[in-house]
């Protein structure tokens, strides 16, 4: 089955410092992958979609970063962060597209607090 | 961009009673998801749908892909305190294939 393994689960980090966030995912192949935050209390917003190696598609332009260095890890960076970084982020991973077979599988998060 | 509006922001019931909301889009669909998220957990998926007119049922939870796919409803009978929660719909647009979106959420309050 698959799964998705997200690291760390909380973040405390000083204005300016860099981010790495990591996620692993097992059990399927050429998947494709994706970062979101959400803000306290808020839906999801997408920030980076993959669908291979060194692909990478970025929706909100921001201070952030993705990369795919493998097939199954997808990286979430900063090299400076901001106060408004702060939220949960999550990695999710999709089904290999076909018309059906779609749905995003969510890790666990991670909760960022930048101070 | 694309946008997916959920309605109702929050709500505020009797246990026992049943539950509906829905989302629109002025966007086409080929898939439409629906999921359930717990404070400090990432959102977990209940139903999701593939096809126009579709209509599915998880337990006592049936939600349907309109038949224009710019829309979709989510029905909880019976509500229950477990289901106590933020819903989320999300899709995946047919213009950007691989993208997929989420609602703004609804959040599920239930007085026992």
């Known amino acids: 089955s698959q799964t998705i393994h997200q690291w760390p689960a909380t973040l405390v980090q000083p204005v300016g410092s860099p981010l790495s966030l990591e996620c692993t995912v097992e059990?399927?192949?050429?998947?494709?992958l994706y970062w979101y935050r959400q803000a306290a209390g808020r839906g999801l917003q997408l920030l980076f979609y993959?669908?291979?190696?060194?692909?990478i598609s970025s929706e909100v332009p921001q201070n952030l970063s993705a990369s795919r260095p493998q097939d199954r890890q997808f990286i979430l960076s900063s090299k400076k962060l901001l106060l408004s970084d702060s939220g949960f982020y999550l990695c999710?991973?999709?089904?290999?597209?076909?018309?059906?077979?779609?749905?995003?599988?969510f890790g666990q998060g991670t909760r960022l607090t930048v101070v | 961009g694309q946008q997916l509006n959920q309605s109702p922001q929050s709500m505020f019931i009797q246990e026992g009673e049943d539950v509906s909301m829905n989302c629109t889009s002025s966007?086409?669909?080929?898939?439409w998801l629906w999921y359930k998220q717990d404070p400090g957990e990432g959102p977990v998926l209940l139903i999701a749908?593939?096809?126009?007119?579709e209509l599915t049922s998880n337990g006592r939870l049936t939600a349907q892909f309109g038949i224009t796919r710019k829309d979709s409803f989510l029905n909880i009978s019976a509500s229950i305190p477990s289901d106590v929660g933020i819903y989320f719909c999300?899709?995946?647009?047919?213009?950007?294939?691989?993208?997929?979106?989420f609602g703004s959420g609804t959040r599920l309050s239930i007085r026992p």
């Open positions: 999710a991973l999709g089904g290999r597209l076909t018309f059906a077979n779609t749905e995003a599988f």
């Open positions: 059990g399927t192949s050429n998947p494709n």
């Open positions: 993959s669908v291979g190696i060194g692909q």
């Open positions: 966007s086409i669909f080929n898939t």
């Open positions: 749908l593939y096809k126009a007119g």
């Open positions: 999300a899709g995946q647009l047919r213009s950007s294939a691989s993208k997929i979106i």
